[in-house]
């Protein structure tokens, strides 16, 4: 027997996860991970994306450049979203969002987009064909702030396992490394949390920020959590890795 696909609510936060089939690569070079931040970007928009037309218009790079020194307010006054993207981190073979939908079916037709959008980019660069990634995206309801400040900890610390991959058993031997590693780890929205403009337009933060209590506060938050190691798994719905 089938079961019903879930209602996505309006005005609700998501914690969303796209992940590669069979775990698999799904950014392979730098330009990859670019591509991917471009995607999320241009194609969290009601109407029609000509990725390739864009692309002969400026590469993603130099249209990334110029968003860097611009607020989220002021570069997408005119675009219709699907979503808002309150934070954001790619991993080598999965993806990690936290949005607010905004839009009727507004989170499923975003995440289409970005994964056929992505796709197309990465079996034509790699000659390779079918799926890119696993079926129907995951998305868990964020039900309270408790669990809201939990998922924006768990969303950015996820890359610490690209540096201490045994970090959940063994815990963080090198806390300064890791605390270091992620405040420069440039495919997540960390670094504009904590006032490193990396990429600023990409995400709407001042809900998080004010709950947190500033860029100080999210950067102490995040420090204190690495020190500390306190428990995510029960809030965040979704396994680590």
């Not at 027997?1 to 392979?28: P, T």
């Not at 947190?212 to 396994?239: A, H, R």
Request: proline share 2%.
């Amino acid at each position: 027997m089938s079961v019903a696909k879930r209602e996505l609510v309006n005005n609700e936060i998501y914690h969303l996860i796209l992940r590669g089939v069979g775990d698999s690569l799904i950014f392979r070079t730098l330009d990859d991970y670019f591509r991917g931040i471009f995607s999320i970007f241009e194609f969290n928009n009601t109407c029609p994306v000509d990725i390739w037309l864009r692309r002969k218009e400026r590469k993603e790079e130099k249209i990334l450049e110029a968003l860097e020194g611009q607020t989220f307010q002021n570069i997408n006054k005119k675009r219709d979203f699907f979503v808002e993207i309150i934070a954001f981190c790619f991993m080598p073979n999965h993806i990690h969002l936290l949005a607010k939908q905004v839009k009727d079916d507004g989170i499923s037709q975003f995440m289409k987009k970005v994964g056929t959008g992505y796709a197309t980019y990465f079996n034509k660069k790699y000659k390779r064909k079918g799926h890119l990634f696993q079926n129907r995206f995951k998305s868990v309801l964020i039900k309270n702030e408790e669990q809201l400040k939990t998922v924006f900890v768990y969303i950015h610390t996820n890359p610490i396992s690209l540096i201490c991959p045994n970090w959940k058993e063994k815990g963080i031997e090198d806390v300064k490394r890791a605390i270091e590693f992620l405040e420069n780890y440039k495919w997540s929205s960390y670094g504009d949390y904590i006032g490193k403009k990396n990429f600023p337009s990409v995400t709407e933060r001042e809900f998080i920020t004010k709950v947190i209590g500033g860029q100080e506060g999210c950067k102490k938050f995040i420090d204190n959590w690495i020190k500390y190691k306190k428990e995510i798994n029960s809030y965040s719905g979704i396994e680590i890795g």
